[in-house]
């Protein structure tokens, strides 16, 4: 176990008793998953709802912001998310939304969506507040949230992931220029290669990330599916591969990266008013236990049906199995920036 990942074990055990306010502002819907095998399935999901599913098996205990009906798909997700012990504010909706999805023969979805998106402003404070998706771009919501984000940002850790879905989008200029005013005043940003791809053909994501970093945000995630996540600060530079598991299915990868990750944050005091000076501090053997804790999560997530992130639990028990069985990613290697990498010579030279 290196220092980073002894730092975020010690702390996420000190630090239980005094546990951070975290808010999740997102959609709710039912996924209605049409499997290769011709099986139909309903089940619950959105993408911040799927992160505060994760958090909540965390015990983070998060308050999830959402809109769903009072019908069986609503009650579908009320269930759901009162399991894991989510404290829901619920905007009520006309009807519950949905997502028609597609399953290929790797577990991949595509999928088609029935959304309306609309949520009162919440009289609310936090530590930590994630927004994302659909969400974020919708309208009348999508305002709503914007508002918030500028409300939160000076004393509460901003996490923002785009997850693209094309069908809420004009086009890419116009989606680029959206999600760029949420990357600049979020504090960390995840997003996927899929995503970077179809905002920037053709650009270097690695490139794309560092251009993010210079335009607000402290920390920039990509995940690149079974090849594991890249993560760029103004310092540090790292990649880490993926694990190597049966898949199911990929629904919830994402999201449950996304809620690892934030839990290990808040493990090392990294939410509320100092979250952007905490972050420029991180070092690479941190920010490396960062993203090898959150793709684990992942992985275990796809190897199980839908969204279905691990408890606090099975994390900590497939970490231990992960340290017994190698201390580290063979494939790991530094990304650093030129500017990074002038600076340390420099230091050393000195």
């Known amino acids: 176990m290196n220092r980073g990942e002894q730092r975020l074990a010690t702390n ?33 999901g959105g993408s911040p709802a799927n992160v505060a599913l994760a958090l909540g098996r965390l015990a983070r205990n998060p308050e999830l912001v959402t809109s769903f009906a009072n019908d069986d798909y609503g009650a579908l997700i009320r269930e759901w998310l009162d399991s894991a012990g989510i404290n829901v504010r619920n905007s009520h909706a006309g009807r519950t939304a949905t997502a028609t999805a597609y399953l290929d023969s790797a577990g991949a979805a595509t999928y088609d969506f029935d959304v309306a998106w609309s949520v009162d402003m919440p009289d609310t404070t936090a530590d930590l507040l994630h927004i994302g998706s659909i969400s974020a771009v919708l309208e009348p919501g999508a305002s709503t949230v914007s508002e918030l984000v500028d409300t939160l940002r000076g004393r509460a850790l901003v996490s923002f992931d785009p997850n693209i879905r094309p069908q809420f989008h004009g086009g890419t200029d116009e989606t680029r220029s959206h999600v760029e005013s949420f990357v600049t005043r979020a504090h960390v940003v995840k997003t996927s290669d899929e995503d970077l791809r179809w905002l920037y053909p ?7 990330a560092r251009d993010w970093v210079r335009s607000g945000p402290g920390l920039v995630v990509v995940t690149r599916g079974d090849h594991g996540a890249i993560a760029i600060s103004e310092s540090v530079g790292v990649k880490v591969s993926g694990r ?10 994402g999201d449950t990266f996304m809620g690892a990750l934030l839990d290990g944050l808040m493990a090392i005091n990294i939410y509320g008013p100092e979250s ?9 053997p941190t920010v490396t236990s960062l993203l090898n804790r ?25 970490e231990q199995n992960a340290h017994t069985q190698a201390s580290a990613e063979p494939g790991d290697v530094d990304v650093h920036d030129q500017v990074a990498d002038q600076r340390e010579k420099s230091a050393r030279k000195k």
């Open 12 to 44: 996420r055990r000190a630090h239980a008793s005094d546990p951070p306010a975290v808010l999740v502002v997102g959609e709710s819907l039912v996924d209605i998953v049409h499997r290769e095998d011709g099986i139909i399935e309903h089940r619950p």
């Open 202 to 208: 053709g650009k270097n994501i690695v490139e794309v």
């Open 244 to 253: 190597h598991v049966d898949v199911v299915d990929t629904v919830g990868a």
């Open 276 to 284: 952007p000076a905490r972050i420029r501090a991180l070092t690479g």
């Open 294 to 318: 959150a793709t684990l999560a992942a992985a275990i997530n796809v190897t199980r049906s839908g969204a279905n992130p691990p408890t606090l639990d099975e994390l900590s028990d497939a």
